[in-house]
């Protein structure tokens, strides 16, 4: 489902500051996009979870260590939690003078630096943006069902492609174990 945009370029105020809206014949491409994959898992994941934590909370009481058993149901927590999450759906579009995240637009000049895709279908299907600003990590973007040859043509017109990225490790291992 296309972006709407206005027709014309308009000028709105937000907090003060002036913003400008854009035209549609900025929009180079748009599509929704999944904020991650999330996969489906059975009971027996869950279980898995569970019994890893209670044997390490065991180990932790175990050893007298509490402030560990304070850490590892909290980190249980936060997974079972993270786990049962839906992902939101974020409209993205490739325009002419940045890439553009629900209301966001990061600009090619002052926000991103480089671009590289990540696609073996079916698991792994990303654009991923590095930012110009160091401490700021790299933009992730799901392509779904686009084409990323489309988008890397698109893209190349702007900003430089990175070859020499590949999924990092932990990216690989958090796939295979479906979190």
Do not use: C, H
């Amino acid at each position: 489902m296309p972006i709407k945009l206005s027709e014309k370029p308009v000028e709105s105020t937000v907090a003060g500051e002036k913003i400008q809206l854009f035209k549609k014949e900025d929009v180079l491409m748009s599509w929704e996009s999944r904020e991650f994959i999330q996969y489906d898992r059975n009971p027996a994941w869950i279980l898995v979870v569970y019994v890893l934590a209670a044997l390490t909370l065991v180990y932790a009481i175990w050893t007298m260590n509490f402030l560990f058993a304070v850490l590892v149901v909290l980190f249980t927590i936060v997974i079972v939690i993270y786990t049962q999450r839906k992902p939101n759906i974020l409209k993205v579009a490739v325009m002419k003078k940045g890439f553009k995240i629900n209301n966001t637009l990061y600009t090619y000049e002052d926000d991103l630096e480089n671009f590289w895709i990540l696609y073996n279908p079916p698991d792994l299907k990303v654009l991923n943006f590095k930012r110009r600003q160091a401490l700021l990590p790299a933009l992730v973007i799901q392509l779904e069902d686009q084409n990323p040859l489309k988008i890397r043509e698109m893209l190349l017109k702007f900003l430089p492609e990175d070859l020499t990225q590949d999924e990092s490790t932990i990216d690989k291992m958090s796939r295979k174990i479906g979190f």
